[in-house]
């Protein structure tokens, strides 16, 4: 659970995006920047105050479309991905977004004046080009900094988060691990199925997350 949270807080610490080149890591840097800045905006604004499904809307609008929701479920999925049809895999990208925006929007009660420092960056691919950026985030004094790392490819002319490690553990393979294990045992319809339950439980009628 507490890799869940701080994994939901890393992702939250984001916001909107700005143009980069896709050959210069200073550009994904500048987007975590950027990022980081607008949604630490927000909630300082609301700090010590409930955080009420108004602010979750404003941080998940500003953050959701710069996240790239179609390659972090091909890599969750791995092998599984191509045995899925077309219309499970896209069924799989919306649960699976729907899924985050729950898990995210609940984590924005874990912050408690958080900061965060960028350490550092370097250009992992050229074809397709993928930027890691490095981050701490600072507790300030209710325990210790966790580091953070962040794997942005370049798409469409912008950069787009596909994958999050917090002191080392990956937001993807957790997930693939966890989900891998239910289509081993029960199959791809069983893990859709389970997923639409649980996406259930906790959408208002007639409101989805919006694409991405």
Do not use: C
């Not at 916001?15 to 949604?39: F, I």
């Not at 942005?152 to 990956?170: E, K, Q």
């Amino acid at each position: 659970m507490r890799q869940i949270s701080l994994i939901s807080m890393a992702f939250f610490l984001l916001a909107w995006t700005l143009p980069a080149a896709a050959e210069d890591t200073q550009g994904a840097v500048a987007v975590v920047q950027q990022l980081t800045n607008s949604v630490l905006k927000v909630l300082r604004s609301n700090d010590g105050k409930p955080i009420t499904p108004a602010v979750k809307k404003e941080v998940a609008d500003i953050v959701l479309p710069h996240m790239d929701f179609t390659t972090m479920s091909q890599y969750v999925m791995a092998r599984y991905w191509r045995q899925m049809d077309p219309a499970q895999q896209q069924e799989f990208v919306v649960l699976f977004k729907d899924l985050l925006v729950r898990t995210y929007s609940n984590s924005l009660n874990h912050y408690h004046g958080q900061t965060v420092k960028i350490t550092g960056s370097q250009q992992i691919s050229q074809n397709p080009p993928v930027a890691q950026v490095n981050m701490v985030i600072r507790q300030n004094g209710s325990g210790p900094d966790v580091p953070v790392i962040y794997a942005l490819l370049y798409i469409n002319n912008s950069w787009r988060i596909y994958n999050t490690y917090i002191d080392g553990v990956s937001m993807v393979l957790n997930y693939r691990q966890s989900f891998g294990q239910i289509v081993a045992s029960r199959g791809i319809p069983a893990l859709l199925q389970d997923m639409k339950a649980k996406d259930g439980m906790g959408k208002t009628p007639g409101k989805t997350a919006a694409a991405a």
